[in-house]
């Protein structure tokens, strides 16, 4: 038997914009160890080898801040709190439920656009 692959990746915005800049920063004093949470909790339950915590760079949801995409699924979660990730690990990592309640509003997450679509949308 091979080597299994994650059931999940977590992809966590770790951009942290200067001050002053238009975008809330998905990183602030208040957030900063989040990603620290995620990743202790997922080792605690011992789900570190099947679902991995990756440190990502902007993903343009600035404004909804702190964000993290659950793979398989393109589930973006945002406004995120360590009590919030508590809870999606629970019922949707290991519940396999999303959380609804805790998912970026459609109008900034809407269905994605195939590559060939977009192409042909640019003229291409
Ligand atoms: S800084 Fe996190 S989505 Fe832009």
Do not use: A, S
């Given at each position: 038997m091979g080597l299994p692959q994650p059931a999940f990746y977590i992809f966590k915005?770790?951009?942290s914009s200067p001050p002053g800049m238009p975008k809330p920063s998905c990183v602030n004093?208040?957030?900063q160890d989040i990603f620290q949470h995620l990743a202790?909790?997922?080792?605690?339950?011992?789900l570190i080898a099947t679902v991995q915590p990756i440190r990502t760079s902007c993903?343009?949801?600035c404004n909804v801040?702190?964000?993290m995409l659950v793979e398989p699924g393109h589930v973006m979660y945002a406004g995120l709190t360590k009590e919030?990730?508590?809870e999606i690990i629970d019922r949707h990592?290991?519940?396999?439920?999303?959380v609804q309640e805790y998912v970026i509003p459609a109008?900034?997450?809407d269905a994605p656009i195939t590559p060939a679509d977009m192409m042909k949308q640019m003229g291409r």
């Open positions: 915005c770790e951009q004093p208040h957030t202790q909790t997922l080792m605690q339950k011992g993903m343009n949801r801040g702190p964000i919030k990730i508590n990592i290991i519940g396999g439920e999303v109008e900034l997450w």
